[in-house]
């Protein structure tokens, strides 16, 4: 079968009595350039280990099989799971498991080591599968991915922009973003209500400490939730152990040079990362003086 066919793609689905789930995000890719312009996005090559996440009937897993990468393909949906490798003849290079990404064992699928991910991520969960999979220990060097066009726009979003939240700041942390190309919702099949994007990221890492990136996380998610508010009044409320006095938040703001008045989304990364090492480093300072013995007072 053309899996780039809308013809033939919606002439198996007749027959086998499937109809794709928008819960799921089943919107097949059925644009032969666009399958292109993702392969060499992604750099496929013979011999790279790939994550695919998604593949729905195998439009970019076949494709990425005949340049000769070894695809594991994860698939939540048990008839698309069950019929990929057998409909694709059975390759060597392929690996099928049928299970939910979002609640797979990361350490154990990522431990063995992939070159890239590339996948058509499903809109409803496409956002939380690469954060979880971008931010872990394990991650590949570079991921290459086809989502919602909004969606992109936050992943790249810089700051004081409306784009800007969480998972840009969270993803811009370790990753140069770039956005590669527009996606009409005409390459699907079922068509899309909205346009996509093809995203790629390029790991660089951080030089923040464990402490310091639990820090960044806290910091960042804490603050967006009330993204609008100042950040020093968001902060001078927050539970611990965010929480601080006026005139701890004023010399941790003055040090990471933030002004008080700014919002989470006109903060910069580099901002971010030092207001992280500061309440890290306060969160150390305070640990060793809770820790270290009062000085005994003396009895006359």
């Known amino acids: 079968m053309n899996l ?29 350039n666009i399958l292109e312009v993702i392969l ?4 496929v090559a013979a011999g790279q280990r790939v994550l695919e996440v998604g593949p729905g009937l195998g439009v970019l897993t076949e494709a990425m099989l005949e340049r000769g990468a070894r695809v594991t393909a994860i698939e939540k949906d048990a008839r698309l799971a069950a019929r990929l490798a057998g409909a694709l003849g059975d390759p060597e290079g392929l690996e099928v498991i049928e299970a939910d990404a979002l609640q797979l064992d990361l350490d154990t699928l990522l431990g063995g080591g992939f070159d890239a991910f590339v996948s058509n991520l499903p809109y409803s969960v496409g956002t939380r599968i690469l954060l979880d999979v971008a931010l872990h220990r394990c991650a590949p060097p570079t991921f290459t991915v086809l989502v919602q066009a909004e969606v992109a726009e936050r992943f790249a979003a810089p700051p004081s922009t409306a784009a800007r939240g969480q998972a840009g700041v969270w993803l811009q942390l370790d990753y140069d973003v770039r956005l590669v190309r527009t996606v009409k919702a005409s390459c699907f099949w079922p068509r899309p209500e909205v346009g996509s994007m093809i995203v790629r990221l390029d790991r660089r890492g951080s030089d923040l400490t464990p402490q310091e990136r639990d820090a960044f996380f806290a910091l960042t998610r804490y603050a967006f939730t009330y993204r609008r508010k100042q950040f020093s009044s968001v902060l001078r409320k927050a539970p611990a152990p965010l929480g601080r006095d006026d005139a701890t938040l004023a010399a941790l703001f003055a040090a990471a040079d933030i002004a008080p008045t700014a919002r989470a989304e006109e903060l910069t990364n580099s901002q971010w990362q030092a207001l992280a090492r500061r309440f890290a480093g306060a969160e150390s300072r305070e640990s060793r003086e809770r820790g270290r013995p009062r000085p005994q007072q003396r009895v006359t």
Do not use: M
């Open 4 to 32: 780039t066919s809308p013809s033939q793609v919606k002439a198996w689905c007749i027959e086998n009595g499937f109809h794709p789930n928008r819960t799921l995000g089943q919107n097949f890719l059925i644009d032969r």
């Open 40 to 43: 060499d996005t992604a750099g």
